[in-house]
T-cell receptor, first 111, second 113 residues
Framework: AQSVTQLGSHVSVSEGALVLLRCNYSSSVPPYLFWYVQYPNQGLQLLLKYTSAATLVKGINGFEAEFKKSETSFHLTKPSAHMSDAAEYFCAVYNNNDMRFGAGTRLTVKP | DTGVSQNPRHKITKRGQNVTFRCDPISEHNRLYWYRQTLGQGPEFLTYFQNEAQLEKSRLLSDRFSAERPKGSFSTLEIQRTEQGDSAMYLC???????????FGPGTRLTVL
């Protein structure tokens, strides 16, 4: 069965610093991969997705992620954190109508 | 595109009561998904529909849970004889068959006292 592991349940960065949220996946076939963001008491909003085209995927709000098959990773990055980036981030893997989410990483941005 | 909507946003009930949640997907989306999310966890798949057909159910979906999508549009999720362990956020999402990116609603937060 496919699965996702997000390393680090909490990440804290200073405003303007690099954001790096880690995601490793397990899948027996080439997967579709997603990053979602969730603000308090809201649903999930899609940040970006990988669907076997370009390995470097750009998303909304300045986020991007790189698919690395050899490392089975799909880490999310943003060059410069903004206070509004503080939220919960979820990585997900999709195959054969089955979407599995990681446990999430809570991002805190310090002024 | 008005987005996915869910009602109610919050529900507080007593143990043993039945509750029903509604999800209205994006109109042109033929797939609809239900997830449950507990504090500090990612969403867990419960079930999904393609049009009106319920194609898959998770083992998390006990006999007390039932979902319908009678006309292939909105869906309801009913929980009978609620238990405290049912307290969670219930998320609905919809998608086209392809591409398969899912759009989520704001969720219904259930609290069972």
């Amino acid at each position: 069965a496919q699965s996702v592991t997000q390393l680090g349940s909490h990440v804290s960065v200073s405003e303007g610093a690099l954001v790096l949220l880690r995601c490793n996946y397990s899948s027996s076939v080439p997967p579709y991969l997603f990053w979602y963001v969730q603000y308090p008491n809201q649903g999930l909003q899609l940040l970006l997705k990988y669907t076997s085209a370009a390995t470097l995927v750009k998303g909304i709000n300045g986020f991007e992620a790189e698919f690395k098959k050899s490392e089975t990773s799909f880490h999310l990055t943003k060059p410069s954190a903004h206070m509004s980036d503080a939220a919960e981030y979820f990585c997900a893997v999709y195959n054969n109508n089955d979407m599995r989410f990681g446990a999430g990483t809570r991002l805190t941005v310090k002024p | 595109d008005t987005g996915v909507s869910q009602n109610p946003r919050h529900k507080i009930t007593k143990r043993g009561q039945n509750v029903t949640f509604r999800c209205d997907p994006i109109s042109e989306h033929n797939r609809l998904y239900w997830y449950r999310q507990t504090l500090g966890q990612g969403p867990e798949f419960l079930t999904y529909f393609q049009n009106e057909a319920q194609l898959e159910k998770s083992r998390l979906l006990s006999d007390r849970f039932s979902a319908e999508r009678p006309k292939g549009s909105f869906s309801t999720l009913e929980i009978q004889r609620t238990e405290q362990g049912d307290s969670a956020m219930y998320l609905c999402a919809s998608s086209r068959t392809t591409p398969n990116e899912q759009f989520f609603g704001p969720g219904t937060r259930l609290t069972v006292l």
